[in-house]
């Protein structure tokens, strides 16, 4: 790639084996003038709430033995949450395709889990009338946005699959996810109704090593 070569990345899309270099006369000249009022700082968590939003998985079909629910993944969620989006990818994954005769059933992990944490319950879902249906976020993200990427993409697969009801199964702090999702969902006019929610083991009343942080 020639040095003054523009350099347009899409959403979504990684651009990889650059070398910058950062030339002892100040920056490289660039055609047409730079808007500084256009440009925007975001906090960390900010910028990881547009990065959710960008690589987001929905209706994705896999498998719960899938190399991206691995435990390396689980630790890189809570630790690197960055590594992750771009690696393990977050979103709501299908481990069938989507069938209009079947209630989704959508499960969310704890802290340091995956998908793979629900391989019993999932295995023993009656299939002939639910479907399963998986969250994967970083559980190392605010729980704030994890919730609200939670709210967006369920909204996503209900304009594109139209379906009425849901019902939702959490484990540890998946629990407080889904409640924050569950809260985003009820202000919406036009939701799927979700008669069952399940928490398994969630830290409702909070615990001490969050004064921690």
């Known amino acids: 790639m020639a040095p003054d070569q523009a ?12 070398d910058l ?4 006369t100040g920056r490289a000249p660039v055609d047409g003038p730079i808007n500084i009022a256009r440009l925007q700082v975001r906090s960390i968590d900010d910028q990881l709430s547009v990065s959710l939003g960008a690589v987001t998985a929905v209706g994705e079909v896999v498998s719960l033995d899938d190399p991206r629910f691995s435990a390396e993944h689980a630790s890189q969620g ?15 994954y299908f481990l069938e395709p989507y069938s209009s005769k079947k209630t989704p059933v959508l499960f969310v992990h704890g802290i340091n889990g995956t998908p ?23 559980s190392g993200a605010h729980l704030g946005a994890v919730a609200d990427h939670l709210d967006q993409t369920i909204k996503r697969l209900q304009l594109q699959h139209g379906f009425k009801r849901l019902l939702l199964v959490a484990y540890s702090m998946g629990g407080l996810v889904s409640r924050g999702f569950l809260l985003r969902n009820q202000t919406e006019t036009r939701r799927a109704d979700i ?4 928490s398994i083991s969630s830290p409702w009343g909070g615990v001490p090593s969050a004064a921690k942080a």
């Open 21 to 24: 270099v950062i030339p002892a």
């Open 195 to 198: 008669p069952l929610f399940v």
């Open 7 to 18: 350099i347009t990345c899409a959403a979504a899309t990684p651009v990889e084996n650059l």
């Open 78 to 92: 809570l630790w690197r949450p960055f590594d992750f989006l771009f690696e393990a990818r977050p979103g709501v």
């Open 116 to 138: 793979a944490s629900f391989h019993t319950l999932i295995g023993n879902l009656d299939r002939s009338r639910f479907q399963p249906w998986v969250y994967y976020y970083p």
